[in-house]
């Protein structure tokens, strides 16, 4: 059997692979679901991208890295489970992943990187893990769907454009941790009615609420 072998829009990948490397369904637009043994660790950069058919995926408890882009404007994911062993989700791991509707972020995820989600349009609701200390830049930019989010104690720095273009966020809360929010974080969030900031807070850069037109209290 070849190393990844697809039948009838389902990719099999055999027991012992520990990485599905770089580019391996690159713009696979009939792949539809994938079959994943608990061999494997890591998913590797571009692995899944553009398989714009692909509509749910199963993480096994093995994996542990998601790579950069890995599944970037697979525009029929609808779901995904990520398991607990997840420390790192990549830069643009879920772009443009247009169906997607809400996720879970299990708390060994350390690390998420810049635009990871950005333009999710379908994206109602996210959980952050506990471990994570930055939103990273865009990480949800254009999200215009996203209509709560909780962002646990351990955030301390809310990055560049983080949640610009959320026109769906209504209300959020800073909790004490975060110490910066920088420029753009949220702005054109223009559901926006009120943001509670606490204490802790130091900087808030340029633009931070820009065009945050229902913006009430702050």
């Given at each position: ?90 830069w643009y791991a879920f772009t ?123």
């Amino acid at each position: 059997m070849a190393k990844f072998e697809i039948r009838n829009g389902v990719a099999i990948i055999p027991e012992g692979i520990t990485e599905i490397g770089e580019d391996t369904f690159y713009d696979c637009s009939s792949l539809e679901s994938v079959i994943i043994p608990e061999s494997v660790e890591e998913i590797g950069e571009c692995a899944f991208w553009n398989c714009e058919s692909l509509k749910s995926i199963t993480l096994p408890d093995s994996v542990t890295k998601i790579g950069d882009n890995a599944f970037g404007c697979c525009t029929s994911l609808e779901s995904i489970t990520l398991p607990d062993s997840v420390a790192s989700i990549g830069w643009y791991a879920f772009t443009s992943c247009a169906s997607l509707k809400n996720i879970t972020l299990p708390d060994s995820v350390t690390f998420l990187g810049e635009n990871a989600f950005n333009h999710c349009t379908s994206l109602e609701s996210i959980t952050i893990s506990k471990s994570v200390t930055e939103i990273g830049h865009y990480a949800f930019d254009g999200c215009s769907s996203l209509r709560s989010i909780i962002i646990p104690e351990s955030v301390e720095v809310i990055g560049w454009h983080a949640f610009g273009g959320c026109i769906s966020l209504k209300n959020i809360t800073i909790p004490e941790s975060v110490t910066e929010i920088r420029g753009g974080a949220f702005c054109a969030c223009k559901s926006l009615e009120s943001i509670a900031i606490p204490n802790s807070v130091k900087v808030i850069r340029r633009g931070a609420f820009l065009e945050c037109t229902s913006l009430k209290s702050i």
